[in-house]
């Protein structure tokens, strides 16, 4: 091929294309390869390509039908989006192909076609190793991966900042719904679960509990033994329940269970008159011993009544009374009407 005139033409200018163009191939009119950029080399293994047919290095995606050097008048001038025939690399590339200067009339003495990474920078980039060397001085391609560099650090910083404040969040929620003394749930957190069973017609089961005696344990041995009381209170509500129910302190000697799905009244007596057993023995304190006693209330909701939470509440706070005004230390099921629970308060017989 030294005797074709563009070999002459070339000759002497090959270190030129390639500090301009490091990803370029000159092509014969044939498609055959006569020269290359010394980092498209890199994608190739550093194999020479002379005398390589184009079509056979490259598959070309874009413009639909380029298959041969017939075609290649025609992409002249367009942009082409192509993947290297290179093993395992298999890089995408992109490029634009221009007629050299004609031999004569309406003869194509071949063809130039600078190519680059496109998308694929990053990968090809970790793949050849390449380094700013790699490129023409004015290619932006390093800086991009820079910045591409930069942004997956920004976006992992700030993915990981998202995280921490989404458990600041989640901690900030916790702690306001609460009881910071016995770690149960407040009141808060409590009218919000039952509101929410009783807009999804959930059935459930709802006890409330007071402790009896427990203004003595005060007067008696200070706050500071009622406190001891009240984290044992909450030991014992633990004990008897299960991982969903919610546990709820909602007044100062006041305790609420939420028992999803438990309707069953002789399941939720049993577990109430445990507790009450459990907590008639005397509680250890410094040198004395703490007595009380618990009177509960309960009531349940059968699925899809859909009860107004708030007559829900003074069901069982009837009932509870009804367990104090019986003697205390024991337990009473509301007994009003399940259709009185949709009802407004005021409008309950």
């Given at each position: 091929?030294?005797?074709?005139?563009?070999?002459?033409?070339?000759?002497?200018?090959?270190?030129?294309?390639?500090?301009?163009?490091?990803?370029?191939?000159?092509?014969?009119?044939?498609?055959?390869?006569?020269?290359?950029?010394?980092?498209?080399?890199?994608?190739?293994?550093?194999?020479?390509?002379?005398?390589?047919?184009?079509?056979?290095?490259?598959?070309?995606?874009?413009?639909?039908?380029?298959?041969?050097?017939?075609?290649?008048?025609?992409?002249?001038?367009?942009?082409?989006?192509?993947?290297?025939?290179?093993?395992?690399?298999?890089?995408?590339?992109?490029?634009?192909?221009?007629p050299m200067p004609q031999i004569g009339e309406g003869?194509?003495?071949?063809?130039?076609?600078?190519?680059?990474?496109?998308?694929?920078?990053?990968?090809?980039?970790?793949?050849?190793?390449?380094?700013?060397?790699?490129?023409?001085?004015?290619?932006?391609?390093?800086?991009?991966?820079?910045?591409?560099?930069?942004?997956?650090?920004?976006?992992?910083?700030?993915?990981?900042?998202?995280?921490?404040?989404?458990?600041?969040?989640?901690?900030?929620?916790?702690?306001?719904?609460?009881?910071?003394?016995?770690?149960?749930?407040?009141?808060?957190?409590?009218?919000?679960?039952?509101?929410?069973?009783?807009?999804?017609?959930?059935?459930?089961?709802?006890?409330?509990?007071?402790?009896?005696?427990?203004?003595?344990?005060?007067?008696?041995?200070?706050?500071?033994?009622?406190?001891?009381?009240?984290?044992?209170?909450?030991?014992?509500?633990?004990?008897?329940?299960?991982?969903?129910?919610?546990?709820?302190?909602?007044?100062?000697?006041?305790?609420?269970?939420?028992?999803?799905?438990?309707?069953?009244?002789?399941?939720?007596?049993?577990?109430?008159?445990?507790?009450?057993?459990?907590?008639?023995?005397?509680?250890?304190?410094?040198?004395?011993?703490?007595?009380?006693?618990?009177?509960?209330?309960?009531?349940?909701?059968?699925?899809?009544?859909?009860?107004?939470?708030?007559?829900?509440?003074?069901?069982?706070?009837?009932?509870?009374?009804?367990?104090?005004?019986?003697?205390?230390?024991?337990?009473?099921?509301?007994?009003?009407?399940?259709?009185?629970?949709?009802?407004?308060?005021?409008?309950?017989?």
């Open positions: 091929m030294d005797g074709d005139p563009i070999c002459r033409q070339l000759s002497g200018m090959d270190a030129v294309l390639g500090c301009l163009m490091p990803m370029h191939l000159v092509l014969d009119a044939a498609g055959r390869v006569l020269s290359q950029g010394p980092t498209l080399g890199r994608v190739f293994a550093d194999r020479p390509l002379a005398g390589c047919s184009f079509f056979d290095l490259f598959e070309v995606r874009n413009p639909r039908g380029l298959v041969g050097p017939a075609d290649l008048a025609a992409a002249a001038g367009q942009k082409v989006r192509l993947v290297a025939r290179a093993g395992d690399a298999a890089l995408r590339l992109r490029g634009l192909l221009v003869v194509v003495a071949g063809w130039i076609v600078n190519l680059s990474f496109g998308i694929d920078l990053p990968r090809a980039v970790a793949l050849l190793q390449l380094t700013d060397a790699d490129f023409a001085p004015t290619d932006l391609a390093m800086e991009l991966l820079y910045l591409a560099e930069a942004n997956v650090v920004v976006t992992g910083e700030l993915g990981a900042l998202a995280l921490r404040l989404e458990d600041a969040r989640r901690q900030a929620r916790e702690e306001a719904e609460s009881d910071t003394l016995t770690g149960l749930r407040n009141r808060r957190a409590c009218d919000s679960m039952l509101a929410r069973l009783c807009r999804e017609g959930a059935a459930f089961g709802l006890m409330h509990m007071d402790l009896d005696y427990f203004k003595a344990v005060n007067d008696t041995f200070g706050h500071a033994a009622g406190d001891h009381v009240l984290v044992h209170v909450a030991g014992v509500m633990k004990a008897a329940s299960r991982a969903g129910d919610c546990l709820a302190r909602v007044g100062g000697d006041e305790f609420v269970m939420l028992l999803p799905e438990m309707t069953d009244p002789l399941g939720l007596r049993g577990i109430a008159e445990r507790m009450i057993a459990q907590l008639k023995h005397p509680i250890p304190w410094q040198n004395g011993e703490c007595r009380i006693s618990a009177s509960v209330g309960f009531v349940t909701v059968g699925a899809e009544e859909m009860p107004d939470p708030a007559r829900v509440l003074a069901e069982a706070d009837a009932a509870l009374y009804a367990a104090k005004n019986a003697g205390r230390g024991r337990v009473m099921q509301a007994d009003y009407p399940t259709d009185a629970l949709k009802l407004p308060l005021a409008d309950a017989g």
